[in-house]
């Protein structure tokens, strides 16, 4: 299951991360290590982990997978369960609220929390007391 994971992910998250400037609190500051070394490893298109990154942010439902790899000598193996594991981590940190894009601000209430993590738009509109008001009277010349 993971391995068909990797290679769909592969086909966007490096774009992603590339536009994509996450902060967080020092809760996540492991996994934000891991995000801004994996920016790297696509940067440079290097296909080794550094032995200093950080995996401690790991589920304990997924540590499996990379110790395995690791145990087995397949440097490969590990680089795609490192990477998911990153991804997975990101997911839940974005879920929770514990990771955020970092330029938060210049994103308008409305178009943050309108749209999905697939970027696809969710409209619904509440009933208002009164109504919409119009922006201008009909043949008016100025905006009010």
């Not at 070394?37 to 499996?64: S, T």
């Not at 997978?65 to 690791?70: E, G, K, Q, R």
């Not at 308008?108 to 409209?123: A, D, E, I, K, W």
Request: proline content about 7%.
């Amino acid at each position: 299951m993971m391995t068909e994971s990797y290679t769909h992910l592969r086909q966007f998250t490096p774009q992603v991360l590339e536009a994509v400037d996450f902060s967080g609190g020092t809760g996540a500051a492991s996994l934000l290590e891991a995000v801004k070394i994996l920016k790297g490893l696509n940067e440079k298109k290097a296909r080794k982990v550094p032995d200093q990154a950080p995996d401690d942010f790991v589920p304990a439902r997924w540590r499996g997978y990379p110790a395995d790899a690791v145990a087995a000598g397949d440097p490969v193996a590990y680089r795609h369960f490192w990477e998911l594991t990153v991804l997975l981590g990101l997911r839940d940190g974005l879920r929770s609220g514990d990771v955020w894009e970092a330029d938060i601000t210049r994103l308008s209430p409305f178009v943050r929390h309108h749209v999905n993590t697939l970027g696809r738009s969710c409209f619904h509109l509440r009933d208002l007391p009164g109504g919409l008001r119009p922006l201008r009277e009909p043949g008016a010349d100025e905006l009010r």
